[in-house]
């Protein structure tokens, strides 16, 4: 008890002296190359240590109810800010937050979650909340569960299943629950080009979650290779260092601006190159344009 009682003061005390901050890593359209959202991760920057990501202090936090719950009202309260910001800037961009596995058991979630959608003047659907599959199916409270994630998706908040693959879904589960999304897990997209295992396993969840009409993000998107190889299996988004390892909020603002005009110009030479094939004409049933529009004005859109 004194260990767990020293883990609740260490995690406020680092609160509240602003130790704690969030970083952003983008995630794309597979198909338009557009910014559909970002993912928020946090980060502790403790004094003698330098700065640690959240797999070294989570587990540590979650072996108490009070410490958790302190790290997670302060993280969606930071997210939400961001979010809110953002949008003051004319960017309605979805911000994705991790939740503890212990989140998902806590009645009060939702209306947490309502509170601050109310505080900051944010639609539902400028957030996302992603739970791990041990997070969803892992719990001996199935019914609890499933009334915290049905209240937030009654409330038109996304809700996505990360790391999928890793743990042992049920099914029926995955099919009666509020899921939104699936994330298929890095350690199978990063090595699918190379493993031709881990490239069965990401085109089968494709497949199943295609079936089930959710959308699939992959995670750990390292090389154009993998980009490429997920497009054409038919996943929605992808997210890694690809694109961009995880940024603080200004400079991840940069980089979609920068990566809006490349995307932009990209879309203007294969439109000239698609006129000087077909000549001058009504194209927008060519075989560029069918794929969508949307990349003529590349711009951060909410998944």
């Not at 991790?98 to 058991?105: E, H, I």
């Not at 996302?128 to 892992?138: D, K, M, N, R």
């Not at 569960?145 to 693959?165: C, H, K, N, S, Y």
């Amino acid at each position: 008890m004194a260990s767990i009682s020293l883990e609740v003061r260490r995690l406020r005390k680092a609160i509240g002296r602003d130790q704690f901050r969030l970083v952003y890593q983008p995630k794309a359209d597979l198909r338009t190359g557009s910014i559909v959202g970002v993912e928020a991760l946090a980060r502790w920057d403790m004094p003698r240590r330098g700065t640690i990501a959240p797999g070294e202090f989570v587990p540590q936090a979650e072996r108490s109810d009070p410490a958790i719950q302190a790290f997670t009202e302060w993280t969606l309260e930071a997210a939400f800010a961001q979010a809110r910001a953002w949008q003051r800037q004319g960017h309605d961009l979805t911000v994705a937050v991790n939740l503890s596995p212990k989140s998902v058991l806590d009645s009060t979630l939702p209306d947490q979650v309502a509170s601050l959608l109310h505080r900051f003047v944010l639609a539902p659907t400028l957030v996302q909340i992603e739970l791990t599959e041990t997070a969803v199916f892992g719990l001996n409270d199935p019914e609890r569960v499933t009334d915290v994630l049905g209240r937030l998706a009654e409330m038109g908040v996304v809700i996505a299943l990360d790391d999928f693959g890793t743990g042992y879904s049920s099914l029926s589960r995955l099919r009666d629950l509020p899921i939104h999304k699936v994330k298929i897990d890095r350690s199978f997209v990063s090595r699918m080009n190379e493993r031709p295992q881990d490239a069965l396993i990401v085109r089968s969840v494709i497949a199943l979650a295609q079936s089930l009409r959710l959308r699939v993000v992959g995670e750990g998107v390292e090389t154009e290779p993998v980009w490429r190889r997920l497009s054409a299996l038919g996943c929605d988004v992808a997210q890694g260092n690809y694109l961009s390892p995880p940024l603080p909020p200004d400079e991840l603002t940069a980089w979609v601006r920068q990566w809006e005009e490349l995307y932009a110009e990209a879309h203007r030479m294969a439109d000239d190159l698609l006129e000087r094939r077909e000549g001058p004409g009504d194209r927008r049933f060519g075989p560029y344009d069918r794929r969508s529009r949307e990349g003529d004005d590349v711009r951060f859109v909410a998944s």
